[in-house]
């Protein structure tokens, strides 16, 4: 069987489409592990997970993406590439689980605090074996997913079957059902594959390891700052903080990563088109006077309608006991109002081959959120968590503006401006409502949502109008843009 790229468009529509499955899969997958295993105990896992993706940034060093664009940029070398990366992601990940299966040994509590470390990060031994970025050099972008899809679905019916068999979760059934996302996932990624005839040769003879890995080193430092600003807030409430707050917060993480990762999807999409116009001012000035603006429309009411919305239902769905993760996710979620649009200053920058803006504005970004977390959650615990997590992702977005501004100057602001305003008056309404009838808090976000749409579509930015530009413009991209 050969495995086609398809259109620009149609691969957009299936990473979408299977991110926002994904992301219904694991707030299920969230939603029952936290209820069961209560605050502390799920503030512990959240804790883990947060420690696993930290070290496996630092093990995999940015080696997936220089694995893209060397295979992308010399396909015919792709056997000596891809066995290169391989032997690096497994030496690195080998390390790394052995450090930490050491570590565990003398510094958890619980045998079943210890068990569950090992399974946590037994991803470490898994993810050398992951081939995004096989399907990435080769534009076959949806055949990553059916993987993420079976592994999260895969963890949930064990999940389920653990409960009944008990009707209660542990912590090494919860971190077992974790780990088993990862395994699925990349077994159907190995399946789909070698179905598909690509050439997979982990151990081919290779001299390019040096060279990979010198090359990978930039990637690496950003990838770390990425992860840094937001995973290790929830590191810290847990060694400057309770066992409670770390709950609290656990909680507040799992639920934004999925905004992060629909964020993550839209600029995979936007990138070529953005890249395509980005050695022409003039036409670049146009692309973007258009992106900047959907974007913004994307992000400015969906993150509105979630603040608005996790008032009412964070509680009844997830139980009285994380009452505490309400006002801490509101707060850390806020930054997509700026971030959602503003990481676009940085991207562009990126896409015209400065990579610089971006790289110190992630490192500034990181040391004021670590900062900012240091100082603030001794004090205030998961909320100073949230804060930290805010000013390290508004500064990162935003330092990128004065090189951006010396390169282009679109006009969108006042596009945004409208987008903002109806967001803004909805906020108030609810606010103010609440305030007023105190017990009326799900009719408030209700009444709200509907005056921020009725608003949106007042000042002319609801419309098939706009909605056709995107589509027709993501047509217009061919196979290699992307």
């Not at 883990?48 to 080696?63: D, V």
């Not at 430092?221 to 929830?234: C, K, R």
């Not at 970004?365 to 205030?380: C, D, M, Q, R």
């Amino acid at each position: 069987m050969k495995l086609h790229p398809g259109s620009t468009a149609n691969n957009a529509a299936f990473l979408t489409a299977g991110t926002a499955t994904e992301t219904l899969l694991q707030f299920v997958f969230v939603l029952i592990v936290s209820r069961e295993l209560g605050p502390e105990t799920f503030g512990f896992l959240g804790f883990l997970i947060a420690a696993m993706t930290i070290i496996t940034t630092i093990s995999q060093f940015g080696l997936p993406i220089i694995a893209v664009r060397e295979i992308s940029q010399r396909p015919h070398d792709e056997a000596a590439i891809f066995g290169a990366v391989y032997r690096l992601r497994q030496s690195f990940g080998l390390a790394f689980f052995l450090a930490v299966a050491l570590y565990s040994i003398f510094n958890t509590e619980t045998a079943q605090q210890t068990i569950s470390v090992w399974l946590i990060f037994f991803y470490l031994l898994v993810i050398p074996f992951e081939l995004a970025p096989v399907f990435d050099a080769h534009k076959l972008w949806r055949w990553d997913l059916p993987g993420k899809l079976a592994g999260r679905l895969s963890a949930i019916l064990l999940l389920l079957i653990l409960w009944k068999l008990d009707n209660r979760l542990t912590l090494i059934e919860a971190a077992l059902c974790t780990a088993l996302v990862n395994v699925v996932n990349v077994s159907i990624g190995w399946l789909i594959a070698r179905s598909g005839s690509l050439s997979l040769r982990p151990f081919a003879a290779t001299t390019e390891i040096k060279s990979i890995f010198l090359k990978a080193i930039p990637v690496a430092w950003s990838n770390l700052m990425q992860i840094l600003y937001a995973q290790f807030q929830l590191v810290y409430v847990q060694w400057l903080s309770s066992a409670l707050q770390t709950g609290y917060f656990a909680l507040v993480l799992r639920l934004i990563i999925p905004l992060l990762l629909f964020k993550g999807v839209i600029y995979r999409i936007l990138m070529p088109l953005i890249s395509n116009v980005a050695r022409e001012q003039a036409a670049l000035r146009t692309r973007l006077e258009t992106v900047f603006p959907l974007v913004a429309l994307l992000f400015i009411p969906l993150t509105t309608a979630t603040i608005l919305l996790s008032g009412s239902l964070l509680v009844p769905l997830f139980g009285s006991e994380y009452e505490g993760s309400v006002l801490p996710f509101q707060i850390a979620v806020s930054q997509f109002i700026f971030t959602g649009f503003g990481s676009l200053f940085g991207t562009v920058l990126l896409a015209a081959g400065d990579a610089k803006p971006s790289t110190i504005g992630l490192t500034i970004g990181t040391a004021a959120g670590l900062l900012a977390g240091y100082l603030l959650v001794p004090p205030f615990g998961a909320l100073g968590g949230a804060w930290a997590f805010w000013i390290g992702a508004v500064v990162a977005s935003a330092y990128p503006i004065p090189a951006f501004l010396r390169f282009c100057r679109p006009a969108f602001l006042g596009r945004i401006i409208k987008i903002s305003i109806p967001c803004l008056l909805a906020l108030m309404v609810n606010y103010s409502v609440i305030y007023l009838l105190k017990d009326f808090v799900i009719g408030a976000s209700i009444i709200s949502i509907f005056l921020m749409v009725f608003g949106l579509a007042a000042v002319g930015e609801l419309s098939q109008t706009r909605v056709r530009k995107l589509v027709q413009m993501i047509k217009n991209e061919n196979h290699e843009s992307a």
